[in-house]
Structures are given as C-alpha cells and as structure tokens.
C-alpha cells in the first residue's frame, strides 16, 4: 500500500489523515473551514461580543418530507462529514481573507485561529434508512463551535443521501444483476467522487470513476467508448486491438455502425470466449433480445451483455425480464434520479439558559407561519417493529426512551469530545443499508410515487410541529 | 495580496498557480488525472499496442438538445477547464494504483507518467450562449492525449453550464434587483464552489459561500439564521447583539416569532436607518408588502427587504411587483432549476488517415440508430445576425466559412500547442454573458417552455445528422 495523495493532495504542513477503511488510499484532507456560508461567521462575531457564543447548544439535520413520492430516505456521507469536521481548521490565509474582508473583527479571529470543534455528533449511522423527522444527525457544544459546521454539514449530506436514495432505488428494480456507476462526466469532478461512493453504499457494485476507486477502493471497470472504434479503419481492427490488448474477456461496444454486424464480428475476433458486448442507445429491450439471441446461434452463450444507456430505476425495472447482465448508469444516478438534493436542515433545538457551564437546556423553535416550524428538543430515535420483526414505525421523542424501544435506537456515537469514534469501511454502511432497507415493509421497493413507508410518531414534548 | 492556500490546498512538491484574474486568491490546483473514466486509459492502452494512439484526432464538446423547454444553453466552466488540463499529470501514487489494479500495463504506464497535453483546444469563450450542436469545445491533438481529457472537460461543462443557465433566467426575471447565490449547503460542497462561479457568470451579484469569494474573488455577504435569534432570551436580545456587532446597516432576520413583532422590533433596536429585513418563510408576496408598509409606516424608508425562501426563476418573476429588494437564492440555482446537467458529449469527429504526421483527417461519426448519431468533421461556428443587429441563426459548419460570416464567429483560442492562451477575469465571463443574451431575440428570455430562440443551420459537410 502506497502513500501519497492524487486528486485532492495533502495541505502544505499537514499531515494527510491515515487511510479510512474499505481499501481506499491515502488522500490528503483540505481544510473545511471556507466551506462555511457567511452568515455563519458573523453570529459567531456577534455571539462572541455578546457573551453568548458560549452557550450550550444542540443542532439537529432533520429532513421535513422526502423528496415527492419517494418512500424511504438513505443516509449517506456520514464518513465524509467526520473528515470534515476533523479538518475544519482556518489557518493563515483564511484568516487574513477574513480580516481584509472586514467579515469579522480582530477578538472572532483570535477565536476562530484556534478553533477545533471538541463537542460531541451523534447521527444515525452510514447507510441506514430515514423518514421525515429523523434526527439523522445531532450536534452539540457550545453555539459557536456547532453553528460554524452547518454548511459543511448539510452539503456533504444533502448531496451523498440523494444519490444514495437513487441508488438504493436502482439496486432494489436490478435485484441481482451488478450496477455500474459511470455518471462522473455528469456532474462536477469532485461531486462524482462523491456520487460513486454514495452510490457504492446504496448498492452499486462498481464504478467508472477511477479518483472513486482510488481513494475508496471501489472496483473499477471500463474497457471502450464510441471513440475507440472510430479510430481505427473497422470496426474489426478495432475489436482485434482491444482484444489483443485487453483479452477475450473484454466487453466491446458493438452499436458504432450496425449492431448485428459488430456481434457478429465481435464472435469472429474474440471467439465464443468473448467476455460481454455493451450496448449503448436504441430500444434496449429489443436491441437486447436480439443480441442474446445471436450470440446464443454464433455460440457465445456465455458472452454477457451490459446496457448503459440514459437508463433510470424505470428503466431498470422495465428490463427485468430481458437478457440483460449488467447495467451502466450515469445521468440519473449522479442527478439522484430527480431529486438532485435531500432538503435537510440544521436547526437549533435546545440551547442553555446562559453561559454557565452546567447550565440547564431549553428546547428551541422556530414558530412563524410558513411551513417551516420544528420541533425542539434533543432527540432521540427508535425503529419500533411488528410482530414479524418488520419495522412499522419511525418513533422520534424528546423525553426518556421507553424501555421496549431501548434496543432498537438508532443514533450512535460518532464524534465524542472532538474526537471522530466510528471510522468504519464503506463495506460496512453498504451491508448496513441492504439490511436495513430489507427490514422495511415490502413496498418500500416499490417504484411507484407513494408516502414515506414508515410513518414517524413523536413522543414526549414533540409540540409545535 | 497573500500567497498560501485553502480550501483546496497545494500538491506536495507542486507549485501554486499564479492568481486567475478575477480578484481570486492562489489556490493549489490538484492533479485532475483521475478524474477520468477508466475507458479511456484502456483505449489509450489498446491504442498504444495498436500503434493507432498517435493519429491526430478532433473531438468535440456539444449538446444534441438544450434541457426541456429552454431557450439557449450558457457556456460555463472554461476557465476550470484549462486548469484542470494544465493539472492532468500522473504522479507515482496513481500510477502505482494503475499498477496494482492492473488497468494499464507498463508501456502505457511509462507514457502516462510523461503525459502533458500538448495539443490545441479552442471553444466557445465562457459566459457565451450556445444551441443544439454548437460546438462548444474542440480538442485536437493526438488520439491518446485528447480521449484522456474526455471526462474531466464534460464533468466541469456539463455541471457549470447547468448552473450558469438557471442562473441567467433567474438574472433575467430578477432584472435590476441582485441576486445572491446562498445553495452551498444543497449540494456538494465543492460542486457549490463551482456554483457560485457559474451563478456569478450567469449574472448573481453574490454569494453567501466563503470559499467561492476566496478562490474567485466573488463578494460574498450574510448576517444571521434563525438559530441566531434562538440563541437568545429573546428576539430583541439577539437584534441588539448583532446591531451592536454589524452596525444598523446590517440585515436583520423577521421570521422567527411573528414578522409584524419582528419589524418593530428591528426599528425600535436599529433605528430607520436598518439596512434591511430578511424574510425567509410564507406567502412572500404577501409578506413583503405588508412589511414595506409596516417599515415605511414606521418611518424605515429605506430599509430594504430581502426574501430568500426556496425562489426560482418564476417566483422571482412572480415577485417582480412586490416591494422586494433582493433575491437570495439556494436549491433552484445549485440544481440548474430543474436541469442539473447539461447533455454534453465529446466526441471524436476527424481522425487522420494513420499516424504518419500530416496525414490527411477523415471525419468520423457514430452511425447506428437510437438517437445517437454525430455530425462527423472539424466544425468552425458563427452567429448570424439579422439587419437590426439581432442573432438570428447559429452557424455551424465544416468546411470554408462563408466570408459574411468571417467576423462573426464564436470560437476563440484557448490552448496552443498544450499552453494556455486564453486567461481571463471572471467580469470578463460575466460581461460577456450579459452581452451575448442581449444580443438574442427577445424571446430568449421568456420563462415559458419554448424552442431554442436561434435554429442551428448546418453548412457543408454536415452529413450523417
């Protein structure tokens, strides 16, 4: 295993953090700090000249309703949101933009050179499912140290769960036949790093992405583009330079010029061995059955077929009964298949009286009119289950936990007086997420628009929602 | 001035790059050679042993459609484009994991590691509009250099263009009132960098997003949240702390208890002199007259309203009649408004006859059905005007361009000979994007769903569409 960085390199004078599970290498963190809308500075400038900063506070994410018709969330990101909350550190050049900007005064400075957040995240762990309500993600210290991480926060998550939820989405309508992600030239360079990691959580099993498998040790895969046989002077040189390069094994894109011809060429220079032919606009379904069809009569019963063209969940679901083996999915996967954000939000819920340490939490809340009121309070959350050990209800309260639901909480300990508790492998979030979304009523796979398939039920103070 | 970085600091033993125009600070520039799709390095492999990798090949940037119902596309992101072409290198760590994932063998290995790119790229310039089949960018150099740049080029235009465009519509309907870009915290926390560029190419005023003014020089603005009057034991106490901080100039939020409260309060603790109000909640429309009568009763006539709460193009439209100052606007603009991507291809369109230097270029195009095919040969675009200096056509050809046409074409020099020819300040992008949009139809700025506003004439050669 190598050191060194690629894409996003080590900060000069800081050393890039150890590797983080599931096979990735070590890619040097930048710091987080700038990733900060400016509002967020400006409290704190405020707070601190009004001896408020200091007060006790708890933040939650919280979503208000899934994205329309959607039945059930996917919560993704929590391992990038722990790297950045390790890196959010504002050193020298930060600062002096600050200063010249005039964004804060000399006293927030001070203040903001030797910040490190050292409060404590709980969250619902990687790859679980949520509902609306869920406190997937709680923050807690003091105002100033929690209020700077909103932004990072909410972008890493509203991002890397929407894609998820895409995923999880196409996992379930491919049932067992492997997805590919290769969205990356469909959004921007670092997000799509991001998207494959998040698609690989929600049951994806490979990617196209190659910054994806180097820093998270994603499998990779890709063999030609359109490009490739347009080079050449056939179709049939290009198909022999592929093979003689990548093996029979490969996969070759055989709808450059007439898709039965390039089958039939592709068997001719491969052989029966060939490794699977891709196919890439048309009437997938049609275009399919006639491929397998005649790899069948030339003999290649063994040759694959992968499709990977502008598919979607519906489009998957609709090939269910073709004699297909893989599918390649971009666009809708990196645009989370419509919802391209999760509308999470980071409120304040509970605040301490006063300054003093020890001094006791009030629940906060918004309360104009408006459709965005919460719910205050530090929260706790259970999956309560029937009688079949099926999930039937998000239960979401602010007092004691009953004792029957004591087991099935769902927030874990993340970061604990500043220091991040739960690395864990991809692997990991991505087994969680398949167990989770199995232990959900059935027609939580469905694909049609419905409610959110769990409702969420509050207990104990849950007023003003 | 200072030197040093941020968010996206510098690769040990690279060099920063100078400062970008535009008032932005240096920010290291990481490699981008893995934000690539794993196809092409196989192409340039398989190539290599062909001996087919050197023929001087074209490929071109373009859409065959602008997103539903929209009327022009906007050129977003070139400026990223050239950075990260300049920062395609592979260094050790990527080639060992090309290594041990056995993607490439070693000859290709040894020609990556000498890989810079040493061709020529010219393009639409940034800020200009484009149509169906425009070419946006045009790549031109050897097969094996240019395939690699494939996705790192689609992955930044496809996702800053999508920006710049919903952008430009909000510009449109916002007319003389600015916009202010506040979605970081809706989508990738790098992608929402990139987002604010391309809003402040599409013509956003500012941004709420630190990162964004540190890198690009982008004023960038913000006061409080909710959470900030929460804080506090009351409303007025949180008012008086940030008047007290940021002066009565500041923008103070009315929506957490009741705005009719909120108002008064905000004069009583800042005087007439409030710079303004924040309305994030409720009937906007509503909201917004009731308060400017509410502040011009109370004698604030010039404190300004600002309302922020989920805008589009069509409620900023909506609003045109409503007493509102300023827009500041967060999911609709970092999720292009409904159409997060662009559509872009690169496509390989002319091939030399063999590797021999001068060999003649052959234009080539995908042939097969389903939507798909391309316009084979090197392209030259230019936009035709009417007698009262108004677009009416795009142009695009490929052969001799017509002499009427001569000074009116649309793309410029970027990269020569590998070396960046075409830097410029963001106002430039800006400016230019204002202008280009001025100069359309003056259909091109209806919101409703429409056709492209200028048809796309094909000359010469244009076979195989």
Known sequence: MNTADLGLPEEEGREALPQKGGGGRRVGVPSTALFTDQYELTMVRAALAAGTAERRSV???????????????????????????????????????????????????RWLAGYRFSGDIWGYPEGEVYFPGSPIMRVEGTFAECVLLETVILSILNHDSAIAAAASRMSAAAGDRPLIEMGARRTHELAAVAASRAAYV??????????????YGIPTVGTSAHAFTLLHDSERDAFQAQVNTLGRGTTLLVDTYDVAEAVRTAVEVAGTGLGAVRIDSGDLLLVAH???????????????????????????????????????????????????????????????????????????????????????????????????????????????????????????????????????PLDAARERHAAAREGLPMSATQLSRGEPVLPTEYLHGASGS
């Open 59 to 109: 933040f939650e994410v919280f979503t208000r309703r899934l994205p329309n018709g959607r039945r059930y969330g996917v919560v993704a990101g929590t391992g990038r949101v722990l790297d950045a909350v390790e890196n959010f550190r504002f050193d020298g050049a930060v600062l002096d933009f600050l200063r010249e900007r005039e964004i804060v005064d000399e006293e927030t400075l």
């Open 202 to 215: 929600g049951g994806f099993a490979t990617t196209s992405d190659l910054a994806a498998g180097f820093r």
């Open 290 to 424: 006639r491929v397998r069809q005649q790899l069948d009569e030339l003999g290649a019963r063994d040759t694959k077929i992968v499709v990977t063209s502008d598919l979607d969940e519906y489009a998957i679901a609709s090939l269910a009964a073709a004699p297909v083996d893989a599918y390649g999915v971009g666009t809708q996967l990196v645009t989370g298949s419509g919802h391209p954000t999760s509308s999470m939000v980071y409120k304040l819920v509970a605040r301490a009286e006063s300054a003093r340490p020890n001094a006791p939490l009030v629940p906060v809340a918004k309360r104009s009119t408006g459709g965005k009121t919460s719910v205050g309070g530090r929260k706790w959350a259970a999956r309560r289950l029937d009688a079949y050990g099926v999930a039937e209800a998000e239960v979401v309260g602010t007092g004691p936990v009953p004792g029957e639901l004591a087991d099935r909480q769902l927030l874990v300990e993340l970061v604990k007086g500043g220091e991040v508790v739960a690395r864990e």
